[in-house]
């Protein structure tokens, strides 16, 4: 069946239209997150000067794959979005799945980095945890 002018498919009541603002919004949030993530790595890294070199390979090994993780899954939950329509049940999967992937970083970051002072790890457990619940809306309105 097709999409009418508001975007709401005649399939079991799913409105595409809200679901790929939601998923686009979620993306962009999360691409950005992930940039703001990996710049300041250097100055991280350079933080850690009084360990081995081998050991701040390591620390800037984290910092650019978190921030890798959140690229991906922007990219992917854009592309769902971007075929929802005919593949609306396999999108919905995908936010879901994505939604899982957010909040496990979200938790990791909440016994880790948010317990330290710095105000931008405190954020990103809420800020991914967020993204993660809209994800779950787009999932199933």
């Given amino acids: 069946m097709g999409l009418s002018t508001l975007g709401f498919a005649g399939i079991a009541g799913h409105h595409i239209g ?26 991280v890294v350079h933080g850690f000067n009084d360990t081995s070199r081998d050991n701040r390979l390591v620390i800037a090994q984290e910092w650019i794959a978190e921030a890798m993780t959140m690229w991906f899954v922007a990219a992917v939950a854009v592309i769902a979005a971007a075929l929802g329509g005919s593949h ?50 787009a999932s199933w309105v």
């Fill in 18 to 43: 809200v679901s790929a603002v939601l998923a686009y919004v979620v993306a962009g949030v999360v691409a950005l997150w992930g940039v703001a993530h990996v710049l300041p790595t250097a100055r």
């Fill in 88 to 137: 609306q049940v396999l999108a919905d999967w995908v936010y879901r799945a994505s939604a899982i992937m957010l909040i496990a970083l979200a938790a990791l970051t909440a016994v880790t980095g948010a317990r330290t002072a710095v105000i931008l790890f405190k954020i990103c457990p809420v800020l991914l945890g967020a993204s993660a619940a809209l994800l779950l809306v």
